[in-house]
């Protein structure tokens, strides 16, 4: 399969604990993001890389958040910390090209804090 | 906050019939793409259409665009059981990063 993944598809933590998720883009795509989703709206951006370059954060990426990615392949998502509010569907989505193509999303990780 | 608002919010049809679902922003676009959405899954990505076109095809799909109302519809044709899924619009602002902006969605249910 030769489409986004990410790992884990679930996950459960207990507040106040550190997790993160890995993303794997399809292989020539130089565009990676990062998109959160929670329950019954749609997904609102966090970041985006171009190769290895974090080159926009959202305001919704406090502090406790830290994403990466460190040869311009794979990405990272840290949450730090976690809080009952950070529970939603993290998603990864990959692109080729300039600002205007197409997103092919990964499955998701979906993240429940206790 | 979220630029798109779709219209409407739930939409329930029986097979065969037509589903028409609606988006509207607020900002110039570059271009504004439509995602499906299976109950807790990823998005799949249906058409992109950009600010210089009007209308768009693929198979059973109909998007159109009025850059002058800021507005694009989703029709589905001949509507499948299979079709359930969360329908999204999706914009992307001229001269930005390319990051997506999402509308709610619209929950559309086919009946068998």
């Known amino acids: 399969d030769t489409g986004v993944s990410q790992d884990p598809r679930h996950k459960i933590t207990k507040r106040g604990q550190n997790v993160t998720f890995r993303c794997d883009p399809i292989?020539?795509?130089?565009?990676l993001y990062w998109y959160r989703q929670t329950l019954g709206q749609g997904p609102e951006f966090l970041t985006y890389f171009q190769n290895e370059a974090q080159l926009e954060k959202s305001r919704l990426l406090s502090d406790r958040f830290s994403a990466e990615r460190p040869k311009g392949s794979f990405s990272t998502l840290e949450i730090q910390r976690t809080e009952q509010g950070d529970s939603a569907m993290y998603l990864c989505a990959s692109s080729f090209g300039g600002n205007y193509n197409e997103q092919f999303f990964g499955p998701g990780t979906r993240l429940t804090v206790l | 906050s979220q630029q798109g608002e779709e219209d409407p919010q739930a939409l329930s049809i029986q097979e065969g019939e037509n589903a028409t679902m609606n988006c509207s922003y607020k900002t110039s676009i570059n271009n504004l793409q439509w995602y499906r959405q299976n109950s807790g899954r990823g998005l799949v990505h249906l058409i992109l259409?950009?600010?210089?076109?009007r209308e768009k095809h693929s198979g059973r799909l109909r998007v159109t665009l009025d850059t002058s109302k800021k507005s694009s519809s989703l029709l589905i044709t001949a509507s499948r059981a299979a079709d359930t899924a969360s329908y999204f619009c999706a914009t992307v602002f001229s001269g930005n990063t390319g990051k997506l902006i999402f509308g709610q969605g619209t929950t559309l249910q086919v009946k068998p």
């Open positions: 292989s020539e795509h130089n565009r």
């Open positions: 259409i950009r600010s210089n076109e």
